[in-house]
């Protein structure tokens, strides 16, 4: 049975199916940029010319990692969430008691007490550390580079090169500089290919594939849920991610802010905060976007569900199921009596009944819904569910009017926090900074 999106409640509340037809109606301008684009090299996420050459890449160098007890990443927001997401989802024995390996370790933050506690516990000899960041210069990776760059060569002295890997711009930037000075394994994030896009590509399969996850089934999903896109462009409109994209746009004109990204899949739960910075650092712009609101299910009913459900209707959902989860063990029948409906019942029975219900209850809490139900949970579903959000994320950018492929909010406290630390050629940020420092603060302890 192939994945579904059900959308029997998607236009319910102020939402009805004629807000579509105007999205509709743009379906041929859109399949010529999409056409133009794709074309002209500028959309890798969806035509991924870069995979005969990763294959190629990554055949000699897996073995290579599978020497290691422990993989280091260092890297941030589009550089950490897709390889989290397929660690808790493919290969979640790590979070789990009597593990033996191999271990992930994520280093996406700036936490000295975390990133001391990291470089004290592991072992320089049994690490391998991967370095990604697209532009070479992110700071936060930089500083965490230049550290842990220290720390391997304090340990193993001249061979510190070979247990460092990056993952960056194939011609440019600080990362490719060090690479070609060092000698250092480099792997390509091709022009074009955002961080918050680039999952699928080395960024997140070279972690996958030192996990043991089948990184190339990943790629077989998205390139299925790519194919009439990139093929036959002008097949968008029947395309369920432009329907999506239709949607979410009808969820923006008729006022709602907020979009929930409700899983029920316990194990791709990490892919909600993936998926909420693709979509709020491609749609965020210009005044507009709906912000996304990762959940859940079943931890969220018992938390912020109760907003979901009765707090100001400004929400649309994304309510994420698949129909063949594991069930687990039965109960026996000696289940207490008040509870003699459980007997004899999986516990997975549970998990259905309870998504059953909160979708039941969003809908008639007047929540507009769309059910995405996927077939199986394996990675070559994850890579088709993660393509689809990317191609609705990139189709709702075009049909707002904004560019969802940049960031420039995003850039401008970059350049303030760079101004901050000294780096110089930021005369306007200094003087901003400045400014603001020098305001009257207005302080009360508690």
């Known amino acids: 049975m192939p994945h579904s999106l059900e959308w029997s409640r998607a236009y319910t509340a102020r939402l009805s199916e004629s807000d579509a037809a105007g999205c509709e109606a743009r379906s041929a301008e859109l399949a010529q940029r999409l056409a133009r684009e794709t074309a002209a090299g500028e959309l890798p ?19 290579r990692l599978k020497a290691y007890k422990h993989m280091l990443v260092l890297g941030i927001g589009g550089s950490a969430l897709g390889a989290r997401a397929m660690q808790r989802a493919f290969a979640p024995g790590q979070d789990g008691p009597g593990h033996k390996g191999p271990w992930l370790w994520i280093a996406d933050n700036v936490c000295a007490e975390q990133f001391e506690a990291l470089l004290a516990k592991l072992s320089p000899s049994e690490t391998v550390v991967v370095c990604i960041s697209k532009s070479g210069g992110t700071i ?33 930037g600080y990362l490719r500089e060090e690479a070609v000075r060092y000698g250092l394994t480099a792997l390509e994030v091709p022009d074009y290919l955002g961080g918050r896009y680039s999952a699928l590509s080395a960024v997140g399969l070279l972690p996958a594939a030192f996990l043991g996850i089948d990184w190339q089934a990943l790629l077989d999903g998205a390139a299925e849920v790519a194919r009439p896109l990139v093929e036959q462009p002008e097949s968008i409109a029947r395309h369920p ?38 979509w709020a650092e491609s749609l965020g712009k210009d005044g507009k976007g709906v912000m996304p609101v990762p959940a859940t299910g079943v931890t969220d009913q018992h938390s912020i569900n109760q907003m979901f459900l009765d707090g100001p209707r400004d929400k649309g959902c994304i309510f994420l199921t698949s129909r063949n989860q594991a069930q687990g063990r039965n109960f026996g029948m000696d289940v207490p009596e008040q509870w003699a409906w459980l007997r004899a019942k999986p516990f997975g029975s549970l998990l259905e009944a309870e998504a059953l219900g909160t979708r039941m209850a969003l809908c008639k809490s007047g929540v507009p819904l769309v059910h995405i139900e996927m077939s199986d949970t394996g990675p070559r579903a994850a890579g088709a569910l993660m393509m689809l959000l990317e191609a609705a994320t990139l189709f709702t950018g075009w049909l707002m009017g904004i560019n969802p492929l940049d960031q420039p909010a995003v850039e ?7 101004a901050r630390l000294g780096a110089g050629g930021y005369p306007r940020e200094e003087a901003d900074l400045a400014a603001y420092l020098a305001a009257p603060q207005r302080k009360e302890s508690f």
């Open 412 to 418: 401008l406290g970059k350049r303030l926090a760079n």
């Open 140 to 172: 936060e990776t930089l500083a965490q580079y230049f550290l842990v760059r220290d720390w391997l060569k304090a340990a193993l002295g001249k061979c510190w090169q070979e247990q460092m890997i990056v993952v960056t711009d194939e011609r440019k």
């Open 45 to 63: 996420f969806l035509s991924m010319p870069y995979r005969a050459k990763l294959e190629v890449e990554m055949a000699p160098l897996t073995p």
């Open 241 to 278: 991610s432009f329907a999506l994209a239709c949607w979410a746009k009808a969820l923006e004109d008729h006022g709602y802010s907020q979009l929930i990204f409700f899983c029920y899949i316990p194990q791709w739960a990490a892919y909600g905060p993936w998926f909420g910075q693709l």
